[in-house]
T-cell receptor
């Protein structure tokens, strides 16, 4: 089946630094990828949608200059949290789709900013 | 607006018993897919079952089945013979609109299976 590999699974960084999270579709071409943020015991909150070769579409309230998304190829999308602060600490999940029938999720990244 | 509502924040069930999780949604689309995902403590999102709205027959996957009521916009998940490994957060979701559009998730139901 379709597999999305997400790295790193957890990361601790100092306040003010940047962190990059990668999502790769291993055995299929992901035309669209989604980035979610999840707080403990809450649902997934969509941050942005990215299509290969074009700029990401951000949800209302999401700072596009803080959360940089790049979808340079059909198999790779990256989320960079720039100038991270403690309030950016969260669980980030990517998801890829090739159509309405199939949504595959990465294993998530737990970000802690100290 | 497309919405998904799960009215049961937490549920518990004894091992080997049956439990039903509720989900209602709202959409103006006539054809769409509906999904149930589980998120165990590992936090990996796992597809449990999928239902195509144009199919009248309820989807079934082993111990998991749905009760899909299109007119009522209801999509409940029944878990039979509950197992300890079923303990997880369960999310109802659907992709409103066109093919490949983002999923809209419900708030989730935390299910605990007790031994």
């Amino acid at each position: 089946g379709a597999v999305v590999s997400q790295h790193p699974s957890w990361v601790i960084c100092k306040s003010g630094t940047s962190v990059k999270i990668e999502c790769r579709s291993l055995d299929f071409q992901a035309t669209t990828m989604f980035w979610y943020r999840q707080f403990p015991k809450q649902s997934l909150m969509l941050m942005a949608t990215s299509n290969e070769g074009s700029k990401a579409t951000y949800e209302q309230g999401v700072e596009k200059d803080k959360f940089l998304i790049n979808h340079a190829s059909l198999t790779l999308s990256t989320l960079t949290v720039t100038s991270a602060h403690p309030e950016d600490s969260s669980f980030y999940i990517c998801s890829a789709t090739t159509g309405v029938k199939g949504y595959t999720f990465g294993s998530g990244t737990r970000l802690t900013v100290v | 607006a497309q919405t998904v509502t799960q009215s049961q924040p937490e549920m518990s069930v004894q091992e080997a018993e049956t439990v039903t999780l509720s989900c209602t949604y709202d959409t103006s689309e006539s054809n769409y897919y509906l999904f149930w995902y589980k998120q165990p403590p590992s936090r990996q999102m796992i597809l449990v079952i999928r239902q195509e709205a144009y199919k009248q027959q309820n989807a079934t996957e082993n111990r998991f089945s749905v009760n899909f009521q299109k007119a009522a916009k209801s999509f409940s998940l029944k878990i039979s013979d509950s197992q300890l490994g079923d303990t997880a957060m369960y999310f109802c979701a659907f992709p409103p609109g066109t093919s490949g559009s983002r999923l809209t998730f419900g708030e989730g139901t935390q299910l605990t299976v007790n031994p």
